[in-house]
């Protein structure tokens, strides 16, 4: 006889199966979460970027010289 799960059984399972991920490796949740925002940070750079007038390489590497 083939094991079957109802939609309910199986929504449980997983939602366990989750919560069970974010309790025991919270590092993979943490690296996740900032590989995500340093994604949404380099799009919107693009963006801007794209947006705005070209300067040398000079000049950018002048900027980053005075940050130091």
Same mark, same amino acid.
């Given at each position: 006889?083939?094991?079957?799960?109802?939609?309910?059984?199986?929504?449980?399972? %997983?939602?366990? +199966?989750?919560?069970? !991920?974010?309790?025991? =490796?919270?590092?993979? *949740? $943490?690296?996740?979460?900032?590989?995500?925002?340093?994604? %949404?940070?380099? +799009?919107?750079?693009? !963006?801007?970027?794209? =947006?705005?007038?070209? *300067? $040398?390489?000079?000049?950018?590497?002048?900027?980053?010289?005075?940050?130091?």
């Amino acid at each position: 006889m083939p094991y079957t799960l109802d939609e309910v059984k199986l929504k449980k399972l %997983l939602k366990t +199966a989750v919560v069970e !991920v974010l309790e025991e =490796r919270r590092d993979l *949740v $943490s690296e996740a979460l900032a590989d995500a925002v340093e994604d %949404l940070g380099m +799009a919107r750079a693009i !963006v801007e970027g794209a =947006r705005s007038e070209p *300067v $040398s390489r000079d000049e950018v590497f002048r900027i980053l010289r005075k940050r130091r």
